[in-house]
């Protein structure tokens, strides 16, 4: 279509000329007096067609490396398939819905239309960002029974002890070694349940292991790892031996040492020592035996100066773990 000769009129997506067909075609046509371009309505901002609209360029900069030469006629057309701010209060006012969700159009119109809808209509309106949550609580209500399970895990107290600090004072603790963080106490009960509703059944409340058995299912974790090297100097001389392999002693002594760096460098980690593995909440560390660890992914240093320990956490922890990982990456066993 584009080189086929003679007079056409092609409707092409985007509209805006930010990609796609449209964009193509004008890149052919563009240089050609004997076109037209007609850009229909609204162009956003660093697009193509907001560029043409801007005035009339003689040159489009498609990217820092391609320039296209424009001799065509622009023309902007006023269109819009969007209901104005009328027309969106006057069906919203129709419907009287118990809520309103804006999700499309500027944000300052858009901002300016909520407190309309609030104000005139009395009706709760959220305009949320891309990727925000916006929570309305449910007006039907189910009877529904609750398992056995599930309410004596929301019943029972589930207490877990931690030592962590916010970020205000881990600046203090690095600085100071004698502060000591409060213990928080967390009570980490259930507090949701899943719903289910079976067929010819009442619905009913489950605790999410009970469903799990009931799909037949296993629980999933989703853990980070990574084998982190340790530069311990001389491993032979270290050793005394000649081998390769690190002995259980071996192991316990680096673990050792690594745990004495890691509670002077993170006072409110709560390291736990478990003679062959450390583990600061999900943050697990052991001695990594294997020479062809998957994990392994810097493999330049020289195997006789490093020893490489093996680390797995969960995504919670994600932000201790690279912080733990620093430390270790920068510790030098050779000068302890």
Partial sequence: MIAAPGPCVLFAT?????????????KQ??????????LPGYCAAGTIGHKLMSGKPTKIDLDKNTQLDVRCQIHQLSFSPHTDAKGIMDLVKFLSPKHVILVHGEKPK???????????????????ANNETVSISSTHYVKA?????????????????????????????LKDRTFMPQLQVMDERTAEGILIEEKNKKAK??????????????????????C?????????????????VLCTSDRCSWLQLLNNKLSGEISGGNIQDF???????????????????????I????????????????????KLAWKIILIMENFDCESH
């Fill in 299 to 318: 493999d330049s240093q020289n195997k006789s100066e490093a020893v490489f320990f093996c680390c797995t956490w969960s995504v919670a922890d994600e």
């Fill in 145 to 173: 029974r609750a398992s056995h399970t599930f309410i004596h895990s929301s019943l029972n107290p589930n207490f877990k002890f931690s030592n962590r600090i916010s970020e205000d004072e881990s600046g203090s603790c």
């Fill in 205 to 226: 409340i489950l605790h999410q292991d009970e469903l799990l058995l009931m799909l037949g299912e296993k629980k999933h974790e989703v853990r980070f790892a990574y």
């Fill in 14 to 26: 985007p509209g805006w000329l930010s990609g796609g067909f449209s964009l193509e075609v004008f």
């Fill in 110 to 128: 858009m901002a300016t239309l909520k407190g309309r809808i609030n104000s005139e209509l009395g009706i709760p309106c959220d305009d949320p």
């Fill in 228 to 244: 982190c090297p340790i530069n311990v100097g001389n491993l032979e001389e270290t050793k005394g031996t000649s081998d390769n």
């Fill in 29 to 38: 046509w563009a240089p050609s007096e004997m076109n037209l371009v007609t």
């Fill in 275 to 297: 003679g062959e593995h450390l583990q600061v909440e999900s943050f697990d560390i052991s001695v990594c035996l294997n020479d062809k660890c998957p994990y392994r992914i």
